[in-house]
DNA sequence: ACTTGGCACTCGGGAACACAGAGTGCTAGA
DNA sequence: TCTAGCACTCTGTGTTCCCGAGTGCCAAGT
């Protein structure tokens, strides 16, 4: 049905149409790529791929357009991830390096996805639940209130102020901080609730009630933080492109956690470093969107996920493989921390 | 030169052009605000106003638009701030109210204000400078590094990972943070470095290296930290807006910390919580739209800027008046913790 | 059975044009 | 000093026309 010619005429006309934008013709294309066949020939095989809906023209007498599911055997059949050139794997790299505190590396990572790409990137902090407790820090800041400080090995730092139930001295503070972190140093965040259940047991009962109040903002700060902050940047290079949704829906997304969540994907497949191409209508909320994400973190080891977003129109080899670069370097530089 | 009913005039041609968006012509004018005259009789004063350049028409036989400098007159003398009403009032402290920690605040504040003024809010967060030491917390890692967390009275917790210059058991590390403590709990964050300049020789020989390797760090953070955090949100209301610069410019402004700090101002005049209005072309980078800031912090403590971004045809005194109200609300909030 | 050249057809987009309407400036009179 | 009237100047819109790119189909060629 669909023979090796009716494919490079496809490619020809995904590549011809994301490079200029504009609806390309069976004459244009014959001579642009040497497809050593006449017009006509080709005529025939566009519509025998607008057939099979792979293509569309907006109106009688103009040239033809991908459709979403032109584009989705393109990337999936026809295309190559293309590998960044060494200039920009040392610019990565060397840029990346330079992050002090994991804030710095996710900032840095989605700037420079964003200005890699032309694209608006999407960042996901690396999720709590997969990581280890570091440290867990009691800071007493009045007779009545501690600050809790939760260190995970990704960095990550959490803190909370607690009100105590009554007034408490410093020495049992300490010796409630060192209780916790003899029981949870090293532990997964997700275990750290069924560790925590018959703790207060444990304690002298003039402890309990302090120690139950600090143990519940602790284990709601696990909680609460789970659905995960998500950044953006390079939303400028919005400006320029046309969206079939809106320019307004694209920007609201944006700044809806949730919905982008919902759109950076969950790690779907089995391999969660396999790149996830969410295409036009493929994507849940945005239609006329594309999505290039992936999941990053080192190894076995998965933390969140990265991608980003643009037109329908975009350049797929190229994106795909930034986003793929970048997040085997976030990874690296992730794991060496 | 400018009589009271050519300055009635000119808020006129304001507050029409901002609720309509078109030039607005005499005869329109002379009917929606009953001025008593006849649109002849504005016409004439019209001519004065645009001779004297607080006005302007786009072309020949079109209505008149104000320029910056009537935007200017009116923001200065012919408007009044607008009060929020109480049910926005009540919306805001509740919605304030239940934030967690610092971030959340201030994400909640930017939030806040971009859905009241339907246009794009920025925040700053609060300065390091002004704050006052809690505590600084020592937490080994490794035997080789340790974390440097430093808390601040607003609530701020900035940390880092120190790589030590040689190994150090736990008891020596609780020494220093002691000794640390006790020289800078309370102080103001500006006094830190003299503070610390002669701690070295008063501690053993012994863990002058360490000391010092934990000191340049702390002192980075505190340098580093000065130009303070900035975020937005809202970019969404800039969709239908329509800028002198352009949307690409605007949203390349918002990512780039360094030049919203700029826009957002210094707090230049003595009351910093006057709320400092820029118009247009009085705007350092971006020309063609309008700033409405303020300082918020409890009294006499001021800690950051805030305000909000937007076209210069913007309802100045319905903005001005959520920025105010905002900025007192935070301010209250962030007292109070 | 494909491929190719030819040909009629369709439709969008630009140029030319007219025209209604809004708005102005000016002048003369109240 | 204000007002009414009037001529003038624009923009924006709707109409028409036409060019050209691109198509679909058909019949002939390989």
Not at 101 to 116: G, I, K, M, P, S
Not at 222 to 237: M, P, Q, S, T, W
Not at 244 to 252: C, F, I
Request: with cysteine; aromatic share 4%; hydrophobic share 45%.
């Amino acid at each position: 049905m669909l023979d090796d010619r009716k494919l490079a005429v496809l490619r020809a006309i995904v590549e011809d149409y994301v490079s200029t934008n504009e609806p390309v013709g069976s004459k244009a294309l014959a001579e642009r790529h040497n497809l050593k066949v006449s017009p006509a020939t080709v005529r025939n095989d566009m519509a025998a791929l607008e057939e099979d809906g792979y293509i569309t023209q907006p109106h009688t007498s103009a040239g033809r357009v991908p459709t979403d599911k032109g584009y989705r055997l393109f990337v999936d059949r026809l295309s190559q991830i293309k590998p960044l050139s060494g200039a920009e794997r040392r610019a990565i790299e060397t840029f990346l390096a330079g992050a002090v505190d994991l804030d710095d590396v996710v900032t840095r990572t989605v700037r420079l996805l964003a200005q890699l790409t032309r694209q608006v990137a999407v960042v996901q902090y690396p999720t709590l639940t997969r990581s280890t407790v570091r440290h867990v820090e009691l800071v007493p800041l009045s007779d009545r209130r501690v600050m809790l400080v939760l260190i995970t090995n990704t960095g990550r730092v959490e803190q909370r102020v607690v009100e105590l139930p009554e007034v408490i001295e410093d020495l049992r503070i300490a010796h409630l901080r060192a209780v916790l972190n003899a029981c949870l140093d090293g532990c997964g965040l997700a275990t750290v609730p069924e560790l925590l259940a018959d703790l207060p047991e444990r304690l002298p009962a003039e402890d309990r009630p302090v120690a139950a109040t600090i143990l519940s903002v602790l284990l709601e700060t696990l909680v609460e933080r789970h659905d995960e902050k998500i950044v953006f940047a390079g939303a400028a290079n919005l400006a320029g492109a046309d969206f079939a949704t809106g320019l307004r829906d694209v920007l609201e997304a944006l700044e809806e956690q949730v919905v982008l969540m919902r759109l950076l994907g969950e790690t779907s497949s089995d391999i969660p470093t396999a790149l996830t191409v969410r295409i036009g209508s493929e994507n849940p909320y945005l239609h006329g969107t594309s999505i290039v994400a992936t999941g990053y973190g080192s190894g076995d080891n998965q933390l969140a996920r990265l991608g980003v977003l643009g037109p329908t129109r975009m350049d797929y080899p190229v994106t795909m493989g930034a986003v793929r670069a970048v997040a085997r370097y976030v990874s690296q530089i992730l794991a060496a921390s």
